[in-house]
T-cell receptor, first 112, second 114 residues
Framework: SQKIEQNSEALNIQEGKTATLTCNYT??????LQWYRQDPGRGPVFLLL?????KEKRKERLKVTFDTTLKQSLFHITASQPADSATYLC???????????FGRGTSLIVHP | ETGVTQSPTHLIKTRGQQVTLRCSSQ?????VSWYQQALGQGPQFIFQ???????GRGNFPPRFSGLQFPNYSSELNVNALELDDSALYLC?????????????FGPGTRLLVL
């Protein structure tokens, strides 16, 4: 069956370090992948989209990589700040579909 | 803020009751999707409406139904509520139904079924 895996354990890092979050998938051929941020009690907020033919995307302190051979996406936040603390969700979209399938998310905690 | 609003913010119902949740999409957006998010899980797709027509449905029973109105606002109705329906219900709007279209989520309605 199709599966999207994000680390269920929270990631704790010190302010200023680079946070790296992982999204692995099986039995899936995504046309593109999205990353969202979700704060407690709020809806997800779209951050970045990367397509299957793209290796890397950047936006300010954010970087996403997409390896369709490894079936993995990495999400990096450089120079992390306590305000980056949130849950980060990856979502995959199959070709021909507009509907994202979400992972369960990974909680990031940035300590001052 | 995304411009997507949902009401009510919180709701408590008992098993067997019916509930209607409402969503106003961002101005100019003609596509609305509904998701259920259980605690500690990612959002699960319920269904999507495009220009008042249902366009895609996730693995949810028929007691989950919806509507989209001419102004593109939307309702989610759930009949015969079960305890497992307790969750955060999110709606998301997008400018159009299309490849790579960004979805803008509302703050959600927290439903508790007792």
């Amino acid at each position: 069956s199709q599966k999207i895996e994000q680390n269920s354990e929270a990631l704790n890092i010190q302010e200023g370090k680079t946070a790296t979050l992982t999204c692995n998938y099986t039995n899936y051929s995504p046309a593109y992948l999205q990353w969202y941020r979700q704060d407690p009690g709020r809806g997800p907020v779209f951050l970045l989209l990367i397509r299957e033919n793209e290796k890397e995307k950047r936006k300010e302190r954010l970087k996403v990589t997409f390896d369709t051979t490894l079936k993995q996406s990495l999400f990096h936040i450089t120079a992390s700040q306590p305000a980056d603390s949130a849950t980060y969700l990856c979502a995959l979209v199959r070709g021909g579909s507009y509907i994202p399938t979400f992972g369960r998310g990974t909680s990031l905690i940035v300590h001052p | 803020e995304t411009g997507v609003t949902q009401s009510p913010t919180h709701l408590i119902k008992t098993r067997g009751q019916q509930v209607t949740l409402r969503c106003s999409s961002q101005s100019g957006h003609n596509t609305v999707s509904w998701y259920q998010q259980a605690l500690g899980q990612g959002p699960q797709f319920i269904f999507q409406y495009y220009r008042e027509e249902e366009n895609g449905r996730g693995n949810f029973p028929p007691r989950f139904s919806g509507l989209q109105f001419p102004n593109y606002s939307s309702e989610l109705n759930v009949n015969a509520l079960e305890l497992d329906d307790s969750a955060l219900y999110l709606c998301a709007s997008s400018l159009m139904m299309g490849d790579g279209e960004t979805q803008y989520f509302g703050p959600g309605t927290r439903l508790l079924v007792l």
